[in-house]
C-alpha cells in the first residue's frame, strides 16, 4: 500500500489550491479514507472523510471552502481548497483507513493505518 500526495505549495490568502492523493496497492472504493493536516504546533485534525458509501464530511473549520472527491479510474483522491487563509497552512496528509469497513462517522487518525508523506501548503496574507 501506498499513498503519495502532491499539489502543495504557496499561495496567497483568498486563492485556491489542489490536492492529490495517488492511491496503490488497493482499490480507493473498497476503504475508508481521509484528509488530515498538522499545522506547526497544533495537532493533526481531519479536513475531509470518505465512507465507504460514497459519503465525504467536512469540519466546519473547512466547510464550504474545501471539496474532496475521488477519481476511481485513477485510483486518487483530490482535495479542491478555496477561499484559503494563513490558518490553512499546514502539511496535508491522506490516509487510509485499518479496516474495510464503513465508519458511519469521519475517519479518526486513529483509525487510520497508512498514511502518505504529506504535502506543505503555506498560505500568506
Known amino acids: 500500500v501506498q499513498l503519495v500526495e502532491s499539489g502543495g505549495g504557496s499561495v496567497q490568502a483568498g486563492g485556491s489550491l489542489t490536492l492529490s492523493c495517488s492511491a496503490s496497492?488497493?482499490?480507493?472504493?473498497?476503504?475508508?479514507m481521509a484528509w488530515f493536516r498538522q499545522a506547526p504546533g497544533k495537532e493533526r485534525e481531519g479536513v475531509a472523510s470518505?465512507?465507504?458509501?460514497?459519503?465525504?464530511t467536512y469540519p466546519d473549520s473547512v466547510k464550504g471552502r474545501f471539496t474532496a472527491s475521488k477519481d476511481t479510474a485513477k485510483n486518487t483522491l483530490h482535495l479542491q481548497m478555496a477561499s484559503l487563509s494563513p490558518e490553512d497552512t499546514a502539511i496535508y496528509y491522506c490516509?487510509?483507513?485499518?479496516?474495510?469497513?464503513?465508519?458511519?462517522?469521519?475517519?479518526?487518525?486513529?483509525?487510520?493505518?497508512?498514511w502518505g508523506q504529506g504535502t506543505q501548503v503555506t498560505v500568506s496574507s
Open positions: 490516509a487510509r483507513a485499518a479496516l474495510q469497513m464503513p465508519t458511519g462517522s469521519p475517519l479518526d487518525q486513529s483509525e487510520c493505518r497508512y
Open positions: 496497492g488497493f482499490g480507493i472504493r473498497t476503504y475508508c
Open positions: 470518505f465512507d465507504i458509501d460514497g459519503s465525504i
